[in-house]
Structures are given as C-alpha cells and as structure tokens.
C-alpha cells in the first residue's frame, strides 16, 4: 500500500472486523485507532471519556491520528466519531483514503445492544439517543472518498467492494 485505507462509520458497523479481515489480505498493517490510544495512555477508552470528558478523548484521538503519518500505509478503523470532529476527516484524506462502511440503523441497533460497558456515548443511552447521534454523524461520514452500504444479504459484494477500494489506496 502506498497510502492508508480509512474505515469510517458509526459504532458497531464492522470497521474493525473488516479492517483486520482487509489488512490480512492486503497483507498489510491494521491499526485500530481506540486500541492504539488505549495501548498509548495505558487506560481505556471509556477510562479516558470518564477522566477527561469527550473533549480531552477528541484531543487525543486527534493527536494520534496524527500520529499516523509517521508510520507505514495501514488498513485503519477509526473511532465512530473520529471523522465528526475538528479537521479529522481532512487530515485523514490527506494521509489516505477514507471509505465508509454504511450499516442501517436497525441493524447497528442490534448490534449495539448491551455494549454501553465498551462505549461511553452508549451510557445511559436508548434507541432514540443513538437515532440523533447516527443522524448527526452521517453528514460527515458522507463526505467520505467512498461509501460503501452494507446489507447482510449481499456480503460478498460488499467484500468486493472493499477489496476495489483497498486497491485504489495502493
């Protein structure tokens, strides 16, 4: 890879799962953007939202994104709210590609259910705070170089579909 592939979309769409599915065929790095700050400030992400609020959390996500430039072309999934805040989304286009992973709602709702322990936005949250928050994120994730719409019945075309991006980012 020449530049870095940026998997973008709300929580719970499969940014990880296929970003690590993706990089071992492009054999390439996979770098997940929470678990790389977690691994950085030696605490957890819903420890960091706790300690220093969204804000100090956005400041840190973005100094790592930063980060990125300095390493090798990696397949990366980014937090759900990475490209909503700052000038995320454009430092990511400049280092790469960004692709995102269109999930419907009632599946990401289904998904969601019961992981508020592992995502602090999820904390004390039901199906109508997760619709404003997925209506408000979505205008930034459209921005994005490519989209991608994921429907459980048409996975392997979805898969064929990432692979073609992850081509472009070569």
């Keep these: 890879m020449k530049k870095h592939l940026f998997l973008i979309g709300f929580m719970g769409c499969g940014k990880t799962h296929w970003g690590k599915r993706l990089a071992a065929v492009l054999r390439a790095p996979f770098v997940d953007l929470d678990e790389w700050?977690?691994?950085?400030?030696?605490?957890?992400i819903a420890e960091l939202f706790e300690r220093e609020g969204e804000s100090g959390f956005r400041q840190k996500e973005?100094?790592?994104?930063?980060?990125?430039?300095?390493?090798p072309p990696s397949v990366v999934a980014t937090g759900g709210?990475?490209?909503?805040?700052?000038?995320?989304?454009?430092?990511?286009?400049?280092?790469?590609?960004?692709?995102?992973?269109?999930?419907p709602f009632d599946i990401?709702?289904?998904?969601?259910?019961?992981?508020?322990?592992?995502?602090?936005?999820?904390?004390g949250a039901d199906a109508d705070v997760l619709w404003r928050l997925w209506t408000e994120r979505r205008p930034y994730y459209q921005r994005a170089d490519?989209?991608?719409?994921?429907?459980?019945?048409?996975?392997?075309?979805?898969?064929?579909?990432?692979?073609?991006?992850?081509?472009?980012?070569?």
Aim: aromatic letters at 8%; hydrophobic letters at 40%.
């Design 37 to 44: 700050i977690e691994q950085g400030e030696k605490t957890s």
């Design 146 to 170: 490519h989209t991608i719409r994921f429907e459980p019945e048409e996975e392997a075309r979805f898969w064929e579909q990432l692979c073609a991006y992850a081509c472009a980012a070569q």
């Design 62 to 71: 973005r100094t790592y994104l930063r980060h990125l430039a300095d390493h």
């Design 81 to 103: 709210g990475t490209p909503c805040f700052g000038d995320n989304l454009a430092s990511m286009q400049r280092q790469g590609l960004t692709v995102w992973i269109d999930v």
């Design 108 to 123: 990401l709702l289904q998904r969601l259910q019961g992981t508020a322990a592992l995502r602090p936005l999820l904390k």
